[in-house]
């Protein structure tokens, strides 16, 4: 185990500060840089040493699929942004939001979620946890009578993202964590869209946050990763310590270590991120091409008010329907010289996306009408290339599709 030669981190630090200081450990070699523990295993001084520790009554490493010492200055440095006691880093943002829920529910349960969730996280709601018993409610996530009616019954967890993925939809989070408290329900936020420098979802209510590092923590599209956040308890300490360590849904240690060097930059580059999204969305919303113009950040977004109450910044994404249907937006897709192809979010290189046809592919027509995924419906996720080579390149690829 790294001797812990580094000053210990001050809560009181503001978080540029956390994220480049918190969960530092120094080995014997006083290295600058945090070590990566490249080991799945440790080594013990003799057998009573190992008896003491699988008897807990030593805290030590024992077992990367536990814990590993560059996965957890990870996991200490993302709790002291976030203002939470523990958390528990995952191979993926999926495996962390399948711990999280799989951990906590069982045969009989109720979980209710919004409509407006990503893809995969809609599957576990709606096909896996089913197969186990549990009754998923599904609802509109910006109608609060919705989610009140839903709540009207004992429920044991919500399960929502807050802007959604891919159409913005902001859910009032204080309101929504007070009925689902009022349930009995645990409230947890996949805060993925928002990350954890524009959205505090334990400040507005929620008990726990759910992450795909994969996404603006790295931030630079290289590895995968997911971190699941909350406060000492029952569930934090037991019941997902526990599932997480006898399934396996382990961080390795070089991804950890990729990702707390992408905290390291994470809150300037959320900063560019936002200036550079909010100059492309200004400029979209100008085109007669584009019908729609989706951005937290604008005055036309239905909920712009609540999001602006609720977020510190605008955000890094935007979604634009562009007019004339598949065959315009497919053609305005193929133009762009600069901006990518591609599904990934968060990254520094500008990528687009066409759901209809990729991400919400699978669900049935009527259900993507109804989540506002029309067939002219892209997602922008915008990067830190300079934001006028991005306009440029949105404006030459639109006025080429606008030609036909
Ligand atoms: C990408 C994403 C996930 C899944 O994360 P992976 O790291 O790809 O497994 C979950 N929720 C949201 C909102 C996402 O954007």
Sequence with gaps: MAKDTAPPANPNWRPATKLIRGGLKRSQFQETSEAIFATSG??????????????GEKQRYIYSRFSNPTVAMFEERLALLEGADLCRAT?????????ALASFVKAGDRVVGPRALFGSCL?????????????????????????EKALSKPTKAIFLETPSNPTLE??????VAEMAHAAGAMVMVDNVFASPILQKPLELGADVVVYSATKHIDGQGRVLGGAILGSHGDYMDEQLRMFVRHTGPSLSPFNAWVLLKGLETLELRIERHCKNATIA????????DISRTLYPGLKSHPQHNLAMKQMSGPGTIIAFEVAGGKAATFRFLNALKMIDVSNNLGDAKSLINHPATTTHQRL????????????????????????????DDLAQALDIAARG
């Design 42 to 55: 440790y080594v013990y001084e003799n057998a009573e040493d190992a008896e003491s520790a699988f008897k």
């Design 91 to 99: 191979a993926s943002g999926m495996s962390a939001v399948f711990a």
């Design 123 to 147: 599957y576990i709601l709606t096909d896996i946890l089913p197969r186990y018993g549990v009754e998923t409610v599904i609802v509109d996530g910006t109608d609060l009578d919705q989610w």
């Design 170 to 175: 902001v859910v009032d989070l204080p309101k």
């Design 281 to 288: 969305a200004n400029f979209l919303e100008s085109r007669k």
């Design 364 to 391: 049935p027509e009527a259900d993507r009408a109804k989540l506002g995924i029309s067939d002219g419906l892209v997602r922008l996720s915008v990067g830190l290339e300079d934001a006028a080579d991005i306009v």
